[in-house]
Every structure is written in C-alpha cells, then in structure tokens.
C-alpha cells in the first residue's frame, strides 16, 4: 500500500487543456472517489495516474516514488476497466492468472492467489468457466480478482459499475467497499455517479471542467458545500435554486415572495443572490412560501412534488402521505438554505 499525491498536475491535448493544475493528496490505505461530469477530466486523471496518458506537466507520486517517466507495468497499479476488458478464450482462473504468468510468479504461488481472491469474491465455482457463461457483476468480479492477485500499493477503478443494472450496482458497490475493508488498499475510484461517491467514499474530488471544486468527506461534500456547482452536483435529487434579492435582512424572491437569511449571514442590502434549499429541506407547513403543485410522484417511503415557487421550478420530498393535485396552491417552508453569489457561484458565509 502506499499513499498517492498528484502535485500541480496539467494534461493538455495539443493547445486544448483539458485539466488545469490538480493537486490531490490521497492517504495510504484511503478510498478516494473523483467524481464529475462526463468529460471533466476525472478519466484522464486516472489514466495518468496509471502511466497510460502522459502528464504535461506537474508530478505523480506513488508512496516515495515521482512516477511520472514509469511505465505502468513499473508503478505497482492494477487498473479494473470500465468494460471488464477479459479475455474471452480464457476461462475465469487463466484471465486472474494471466498477469502473474508475466511476471514469472512461481505456479504453485499464482494458484494460492487466485483460489485466496476467488474465495474472497465468490468466484471459486466459477474458475472453469469462460467469461462468455458469466453474469455481469460475475465479469466485473473476475476484473477485481484480476486486480486482487497482483497485491498492489494501488487499485484504480474507472467507472466499473457503469455497464451493470440498477440492482446489480448498488449489490456490486457494497462488495467494492467490503472488499476494500477488508484489503485496506489505497483505492482511487473515478465514477459521474455521485451516489456512487457518496455511498463508497472515504474522501470525494468533485471536478469539474478540469478543475478540482472541493475536497471532502461525503457529508462535508453535502452538508458544506463550497460553490453552486458542488451543491447542486452532491445530493439527490439536486439541490433547489431561487434567484433573488437581499432587502432589509431577508430575501426578495420573484412575485412578491420573500423569506429571511439563513443563520446569521451578513450581507449588504440589494445584493443579487441565489438561494438554495435541498429537496429532503422543504416541509409542508402553514406558515412556507406558497408553491403551485406541477407533478406529484409517490414512492412509497416519501413523496416528490414538484412545483412552481417564486417564478422557478423546484422539487421537495416529504416523508409524509399528502393528497396533492396538479394546480392545488401549498406551502413549502425551507429548514435549511444556502446563499450563493450569481456571478461567481461562491458560497456567501
């Protein structure tokens, strides 16, 4: 195991920079999520990491060692692909052995690690098998077994759940997370999923455009987050925003709708803000801001009703069973807001 720091980082396609400077530091034995948007960087992050894309500029380390002019096979990695990436002429055993057969590991030794990774993901009944008889999350095992035999300092992982069933994800997320309890191997999980990173994380690096938004624990991620783009991409369903304005200590919304500050923010007079209030931080009450209901979507344990408040659509969950109709005027009151600048995104404190 060893910790993992990327220090000042760049990665540009010919005159296209398309990451910008990332500094990470990922603890030994950590499982660090990078989480983002599709096409914010976070592969091509990973991919450095492994030595299969050059860096620009900056430095990688991998514990003591700047890896930058490694090869991969040099770092000490195993990379899980988002495809699986099996050989399909070989049967489950040959494709967790085949990386200890180039590296001449002795047979007897190569065995006893793929019976141990195959013991430790349920894959013992399956080594005869070839990848073509196997379910999904049976392929994804056998990559992560793959993985496993190698005993490396770091497991990279590049969406791996991506091409699995709702059901089988969240089934497969819990065993990744086992496993890595179990391993205690430094793990670096790129994924635009960000219940995924909520759930598996021990720190989430939300990106974005290349750039790294915040670092964090996932609650720190939810409870605190730094900027517009971090609050409405950490939660779900994401984060409300209302534009208004600051006006003797409260908050002008549109229609003549206006609310108080949150906690004890001080902030001049006539200010264009944006607040914001999570969906699970709206409740029906009489004293709330009125809403005009748009769509009401029971699920069982709690409700989504979507409506119209001040002009923007917003979303609110209630734990509680309401017979609300499209058209019917209620009343939302926010427990929790958030402030934020228009113009940059900045979090007002």
């Given at each position: 195991m060893a910790a993992v720091a990327l220090n000042d980082v760049r990665k540009a396609f010919g005159t296209t920079q398309v990451v910008h400077g990332v500094q990470i530091s990922i603890a030994d034995g950590e499982f660090c999520v990078l989480v983002g948007p599709s096409g914010c960087g976070k592969s091509t992050l990973l991919r450095m990491i492994a030595g299969l894309e050059e860096i620009t500029s900056?430095?990688?380390r991998i514990g003591e060692r700047v890896v930058n002019q490694l090869a991969p096979k040099e770092r000490d990695i195993?990379?899980?692909?988002?495809?699986?990436?099996?050989?399909?002429?070989?049967?489950?055993?040959d494709n967790m052995a085949f990386s200890l057969k180039l590296a001449s590991v002795p047979e007897a030794e190569a065995r006893k690690r793929v019976d141990d990774a195959a013991q430790i993901l349920g894959l013992t009944e399956y080594l005869a098998r070839y990848p073509r008889q196997l379910s999904g999350g049976q392929r994804q095992r056998v990559a992560m077994g793959r993985a496993i035999v190698r005993k490396p300092q770091v497991f990279l992982f590049d969406e791996p759940l991506s091409n699995l069933d709702a059901k089988l994800r969240v089934q497969m997320r819990t065993e990744i997370k086992e496993l890595h309890q179990r391993l205690k191997t430094t793990s670096v999980y790129v994924t635009h999923d960000q219940i995924e990173a909520m759930t598996m994380a021990?720190?989430?690096?939300?990106?974005?455009?290349?750039?790294?938004?915040?670092?964090?624990?996932?609650?720190?991620?939810?409870?605190?987050?730094?900027?517009?783009?971090?609050?409405?991409?950490?939660?779900s369903p994401a984060m409300n925003f209302i534009p208004g304005r600051v006006r003797g200590g409260r908050i002008a919304l549109a229609s003549g709708i206006d609310?108080?500050?949150?906690?004890?923010?001080?902030?001049?007079?006539?200010?264009?803000?944006?607040l914001g209030v999570r969906p699970e931080h709206l409740a029906v009450s009489?004293?709330?801001?009125?809403?005009?209901?748009?769509?009401?979507?029971?699920?069982?344990?709690?409700?989504?009703?979507f409506c119209k408040l001040a002009g923007t659509d917003i979303n609110a969950i209630v734990r509680e069973r309401h017979e609300f109709h499209p058209g019917e005027m209620?009343?939302?009151a926010p427990q929790l807001t958030f402030l934020f600048d228009p113009a940059s995104g900045t979090r007002l404190a």
């Open positions: 900056g430095e990688i195993a990379m899980v692909f988002q495809n699986y990436a099996l050989y399909p002429h070989m049967t489950v055993y021990d720190r989430i690096v939300v990106m974005n455009m290349g750039k790294v938004e915040q670092i964090g624990t996932p609650l720190e991620c939810y409870d605190n987050p730094a900027n517009l783009f971090v609050a409405g991409f950490i939660g609310c108080p500050l949150p906690g004890k923010v001080a902030i001049e007079s006539n200010r264009k803000v944006i009489p004293e709330g801001l009125p809403a005009e209901v748009v769509v009401v979507e029971p699920t069982g344990a709690d409700t989504q009703i209620i009343r939302l």
